[in-house]
């Protein structure tokens, strides 16, 4: 811990027995637990905006570039430890709270989790606004205050159950609404045809009803404060509350309906899109965000200059996913219908000012939207995508005359199926950089996803491999590995993660390999015990802790996980043998509506339960899916990891960044050949990588010659794992996970059966390994020490400079 400053003790006890007193009119001798944390939080978010103030003043004396970065997602979690570790404040508030009689420690575990995001692509953003700000870039994030975000989850009967998560019921101390700047947004109405004075066309947009966006920031202290910055969060009401004269008539429904269903938008993070009413909501969502960006940005470089046409120059737009790529068309409205600049140099502005990051391989995850639904909410924006499409496809044909398939692969307009619009091209048009997120992936982009945008233009597409902040995810998250660091190599690796390489040369230390031992010995005793508190299951901290912490998915195979532990199950049951002691945790949500992904947590709780009560493998197999996933349990399950599950199908996983999380907290990684897997391997060495699996072009060839029902039936040893699914071993109801039976043997699309062999010869070469411990951990300081290039400092390093245009 840093040698406590005297002076900011007294500053600080001064301001949060402010905060308690004129903001919370509350009394020291009456403060709750949450009255303690409002102030204490208040009182640094006072610091945080004089420092945001002066920040902002200073990029504007310096001319600086400004980044806005959209995303749908934000996966903040807490924000009061993180906050004063960056500040350099948490010794003087562990200090002040004791002081005031309160436990800051207790505080910092109440904070509930900020619930704006789903997985990883919010959970992205927020390590890239952190380091946006440690690095001094002049940077915003835009997303939307959704009051409740993604659900809480809970099981019952084995099965994932949702209920509200309403984060934000106590009003978030970090949060500042600026009421007085809000965004009025049109939204439905109809084209009126017409000419201006000139006799050229002139559409206007009529009819429409109005949306008000409030923004609420949230401000990012860079580490040490370098740079504050903001995030920009939007919330939704109508322009009109009440209708008091619909209520004069008698119809009081109706005269709160328009204030009920504006903010709806604001409502949740992603809502059903399989029914109309849910994609209606979900595209004027993503709608609401980029109009209300727009609008700021607009506002932003208005303070600074005049001259709409150097926009690029100042200004970079980043899209996080599709969903934000109708920044785009409402970029292209302002500037051709309300500032008149000719088509032409409007669409020289938009290109040059607007950059995509793509995040998914998976052609049916490319977002499209109905033209009928364009037509009923953004008519005006339909037009011009008809036209930026009719323009592009132009120059197509004009180009390659002798390539006619061109024209419908390259189309922002999906004539197969009813008349779609294809985010993703438009966002590929619109922008002058696409970027994927791995290695493997940018490659797979350019030669499976779109290969047709590649060969037309080629100089567009560059890769930026992900990254994570080291500040949360070591420093916050095993503070015992970050004193570690701190006194082996000073204060400046978490701003200069290569600085790790140096640990190499301690690697064959003995004193130095026990220490780690010890590290990960308290992470994982720390992390039983919350496991006992909550289910009451007793885990050996001395066992192997093999993890999977991720989105349910069939494409991430957690099937495949719990396949490998009903073998060994299976093995202790039916040979006798034993085991040392192994503990497989799971975390993770399914999307409400994705029938496979709930099954295969229901399959591993069911499985578990009946592991978990078998005497006879006690001591040896433990099995427990921990409930609610989210980044403040990720950040007690990641230090205390052993092996690091890393097993999508090759060709599936764009990055992934727990891989890195885990790996730099002296995890060692089992997993395939694809994703950020395979930069990872490169760093930490071969030999510290448990490699397996068919890779992305064995992959394509098993599915086009149909090999799953040979991996199956010509495997008795396969045969016997898969078969207790129906077999009535786990449950009496045999035909519970027959559609997963049935998935396997009859499809398995994302080849499971295909990999189930390897999988399990490298679980027993690692479960082997694990019994020479000075050698484990050995390997887990080389893991830790080879993964500085993972940071996601270096990761906007390289946005700012092959992106952006900025250096830092």
Known sequence: MPDINPQNIKELRALVEQQLQYTLCVSLNKATHGDIFNAVALAIRHFQQDHFLLSQTRQREEHKKRVYYLSMEFLLGQSLRNNLLNMNLLAEMHQVVNDLGFDLDHLLDEEPDAA?????LGRLAACFIDSMATLDIAASGHGIKYEYGLFRQSFQNDQQIEHPDDWHSMHSPWLVEHHAQQILIPLGGYIEHSEDIDGNYNPMWLGWKTIVGIPHDYFVSGYRDTTTNKLRLYSAVASDSFNIHIFNRGDYIKAVSDKIASENISKILYPSDEVLTGKELRLTQEYFLVACTLRDIFRDYAEVNDDITFLPQHVAIQLNDTHPALAVVELMRILVDEYRLPWEQAWEITQNTCAYTNHTLMPEALETWPVTLFEKLLPRHLQIIFEINHRFLEEVARRWPDKNHLLSSLSLIDEHHDKQIRMANLAIVGSHRVNGVAWLHSELVKK???PDFYFMTPEKFINQTNGVTPRRWVQQANPGLAAFLHQQLGEGWPTDLPLLSSLESLADDTAVIDNIRAIKFANKTALSQLVA??????????????????????????????????????????????IAPKVHLFAGKAAPGYRMAKLIIQLINTVARKINRDPQVAGQLKVVFLEDYKVSLA?????????????STAGTEASGTSNMKFAMNGALTIGTYDGANIEIREAVGIDNFYLFGAVAEEIEESRRLGHHHNFYHQNPAMVRVVDTLVSGLFTSDRELFAPLHHMLTEGDHYCHLLDFDSYCQAQRQAMADFELPEQWHRRALLNICRMGEFSSDRTIRGYARDIWGITC
């Open 533 to 578: 508190q909550r289910y009451g299951i007793a885990l050996d901290p001395l066992a192997m802790f093999d993890c999977q912490v991720k989105r349910i998915h069939e494409y991430k195979r957690q099937l495949l996980n719990i396949l490998h532990v009903i073998a060994l199950y299976l093995d202790i049951k039916e040979t006798g043998k034993t």
């Open 116 to 120: 704006l995001g789903n997985g990883g």
């Open 448 to 450: 499976q996803l779109v």
């Open 635 to 647: 950040e007690k399950i990641i230090p205390a990891t052993d092996l690091s599950e890393q097993i």
